[in-house]
T-cell receptor
């Protein structure tokens, strides 16, 4: 069974540019979450999509946005990049059962460097 | 606000030297507590979910336990391949809330 696939794995941008990251979840998983990981702050929640609707949103500025398509694939976009946006962006998908906590399965991440 | 604090930040062990990692949490109604392992350059890999105080789960040399305020990840007779960052996360009850992660414990096991 294929895991969570994120593309691109690495990218370098300059300040002021924008970037789009892509995530293909595990087949059958309808929930996709995005996290930003930095050495100083750890994993911080960006947003979560379920059935093409944003269900939860973290405390990030409006420059960070996302969407989910009908096949559950998701993209996130960061506009007007700042140096502080350099981070590992992780996508995770989950299958929501009837009850119990939702186990997230993570992709390998997209490493963004802003110069 | 839900919070997770992990200690120590870094831990260096000799091969075979058992130890424990700590995860203290505050959450409004615990739905689940998760342990993940993350290797350099990779995404976190799921290890365990614990749901209620007193619960324990084991996998090879790892054993996770849960109380009402904290969780421990016990590592028995570790090997160099256990070197990784171990992340703890909580999910609050009351709906599909996002996981809140601690900053992790970076474990190094020396042969």
């Amino acid at each position: 069974k294929a895991g969570v696939t994120q593309t691109p794995r690495y990218l370098i941008k300059t300040r002021g540019q924008q970037v789009t990251l892509s995530c293909s979840p595990i087949s059958g998983h309808r929930s996709v979450s995005w996290y930003q990981q930095t050495p100083g702050q750890g994993l911080q929640f960006l947003f979560e999509y379920f059935s093409e609707t944003q269900r939860n949103k973290g405390n990030f500025p409006g420059r960070f946005s996302g969407r989910q398509f009908s096949n559950s694939r998701s993209e996130m976009n960061v506009s007007t990049l700042e140096l502080g946006d350099s981070a590992l962006y992780l996508c995770a998908s989950s299958f929501e059962g009837v009850s119990g906590a939702n186990v997230l399965t993570f992709g390998a991440g997209s490493r963004l460097t802003v110069l | 606000e839900d919070q997770v604090t992990q200690s120590p930040e870094a831990l260096r062990l000799q091969e075979g030297e058992s130890s424990s990692l700590n995860c203290s949490y505050t959450v409004s109604g615990l739905r689940g507590l998760f342990w993940y392992r993350q290797d350099p350059g990779k995404g976190p890999e799921f290890l365990f979910t614990l749901y209620s105080a007193g619960e324990e789960k084991e996998k090879e040399r790892l054993k996770a336990t849960l109380t009402k305020k904290e969780s421990f990840l016990h590592i028995t007779a570790p090997k160099p391949e256990d070197s990784a960052t171990y992340l703890c996360a909580v999910q609050a009850g009351g709906g599909n809330t996002p996981l809140v992660f601690g900053k992790g414990t970076r474990l190094s096991v020396i042969a």
